[in-house]
């Protein structure tokens, strides 16, 4: 199995692993893992001048486990290893309060976004000047075309 470059400096393959162990060890015959990173950047102009300026970063993971016919899922903002074993443990838990049958056999890790390689062009995820002149390039188009915008 092979982590996603984005994840790495906050997990480990062995947590995954661990997670994956402690949600089929408290009751689920299958267990997935998501990885989830998604980053936010804004630019806010008025009156013809940058005014704002916003950046965040999300990060989490989550856990989805089966249980006979039950499914459980539990989501964390915390990508630790103890964060996602807690979260594996309640996935678990609420799969088993489903109904109980036969089901098969598996354990995968699946990325929820290949975050980490920003998208080219102006306005996207590059570096401020740029979004801000793309930005600057649109307010003029959108004053030239229309004299409704002011």
Do not use: K, N
Request: with cysteine; net charge negative.
């Amino acid at each position: 199995m092979s982590l996603p470059a984005p994840f790495r400096s906050l997990l480990d393959e062995a947590a995954l692993e661990a997670a994956l162990r402690t949600a089929r060890g408290t009751g689920a015959h299958f267990a997935e893992v998501f990885l989830e990173r998604r980053d936010q950047r804004s630019i806010g102009r008025r009156e013809g001048r940058v005014e704002t300026t916003t950046a965040s970063t999300i990060c989490g993971a989550g856990v989805r486990a089966l249980s006979g016919a039950g499914t459980g899922y539990a989501w964390t903002s915390s990508p630790s290893a103890s964060s996602l074993a807690d979260a594996a443990r309640a996935a678990s838990r609420i799969a088993a309060a489903g109904s109980p049958g036969e089901g098969g056999d598996g354990v995968r890790i699946a990325g929820a976004s290949a975050a980490g390689t920003e998208p080219a062009g102006p306005g996207s995820l590059g570096d401020l000047q740029s979004r801000a002149d793309y930005l600057e390039e649109l307010d003029s188009l959108a004053r030239a075309g229309d004299a409704r915008v002011s």
